[in-house]
């Protein structure tokens, strides 16, 4: 498969616009949409798979439903883009959709590279997660 030829600020576009599907406007159809079948990721427990990565999105969603993400910086090189951003919101509900008593976590920054393949994230890896939640009123 060749990589497809995008300009430095596409890959950043690109994925700011699956993010802010996925994980602000809880549009779970981003995962289809712009995501290989193939995928693959690793790290810091992070999703081995497509199902996988289907599954951590919509428990996000279910337990996390303020939940942000903002993207801080991006550096693309070739096709892979490294990506440092901070989350926040309020782990409001359990897996089984109780509430959940605080301590909430709230802030966590984390640090991501990703490599888009013809407009499909095929791997995602992420490098270091840092809760700020305790840096945070609650």
Do not use: C
């Not at 159809?29 to 693959?40: G, I, M």
């Not at 969603?61 to 910086?73: L, S």
């Not at 693309?76 to 359990?94: I, P, S, T």
């Amino acid at each position: 498969m060749a990589a497809a030829n995008m300009s430095s600020g596409d890959l950043d576009a690109f994925y700011r616009r699956y993010i802010d599907r996925v994980v602000n406007e809880h549009d779970m159809s981003a995962v289809d949409d712009l995501v290989s079948p193939d995928y693959t990721g690793g790290g810091y427990g992070w999703a081995q798979n497509l199902e996988e990565l289907r599954e951590f999105y919509d428990r996000q969603n279910r337990t996390r439903p303020d939940w942000r993400i903002e993207i801080q910086q991006t550096l693309q090189v070739g096709d892979w883009l490294a990506v440092r951003a901070v989350a926040g919101g309020k782990e409001a509900y359990n897996d089984d959709g109780s509430p959940k008593p605080p301590p909430y976590m709230t802030s966590v920054e984390w640090l991501a590279v990703v490599h888009v393949i013809d407009e499909r994230i095929v791997e995602g890896r992420v490098i270091s997660v840092a809760d700020h939640s305790k840096d945070e009123p609650r």
